[in-house]
């Protein structure tokens, strides 16, 4: 079972490196983006008296274009894949195969975000860089703690879809909850504003859920918020949320494969 899933997230790369015009037109959309949000947090530092939240006008540029950079190949919005599967009765040739549910999606997702972090994360970076500015740490170890967090990023924004699309086996139509989802992941994960500008008592709220671990947490420590480390807790607590989110997803998992009623066709 463990070898196939390699397979499978090679496949997702090939999968999504076919879609080239919607890969650059992700692109034009990040870096246009980009450039809006980045003239409105700008502002408002410059507004704070220069610093706002501990962000300079630099960082407050870095955390912009690593949050667009970031944006495709974390994928914090609603999908439904999965759940759209259940609906139609797909799922059964899911679960015909000889691999772990939960592990062959999580493979799958692992490669399309392999493909997508340098085909629409770099762009917009450089994009950033060259009319903004960027500016990265100089400790090489930000790199590395970077690239675990990313990937504990990728995992974590994961099995949380996973769990809701798992929502589907009691009920057919998971709009509702993606819905309200929708509505958290924004203000809450960092996407929209750094969680550190957030008052006191969201700001709470934030890192009471895995929200911050999706786009926050790798931002902090690619952009050189926390170093070295300080970057630790960061880190341990992405995992911790991720270790939870897996346990989570296998204890619903096991109870709708318990009780499958194939819906659709």
Known sequence: MLR?????????????SSYRLAVWAGVVTNSVFGLIRASVLLSAVSAAGGRLAG?????????????QGLLAAVAIWPWSEIADRV??????VDLARPVDLQLGWWARDL?????????????PLVVGALLVGVELPGSWLAYPLGALSVLLAVSVSFHLRFVLNLVAFWTVDVRGYLSFYFVLVGPLSGVLVP???LPAW??????????????????????GRVTGVDALPV??????????????????MHRALHRLVVQGG
């Open 4 to 16: 196939a899933l390699p397979a499978l997230a090679g496949a997702e790369l090939r999968r999504y």
């Open 55 to 67: 962000y300079d006008t630099g960082q407050a540029s870095t955390y912009v274009w690593l949050g």
């Open 87 to 92: 609906r139609t009765g797909d799922i059964a």
């Open 111 to 123: 490669g399309r975000a392999a493909f997508l972090l340098p085909a629409r994360g770099l762009p």
């Open 195 to 197: 969680v550190h500008v």
């Open 202 to 223: 969201l700001r709470t709220v934030a890192y009471a859920t895995p929200f911050p671990s999706m786009i926050q947490a790798p931002i902090d420590v690619l952009g």
């Open 235 to 252: 880190l341990l607590a992405q995992a911790a949320w991720l270790a939870g989110l897996v346990l989570l997803g296998r204890v619903v």
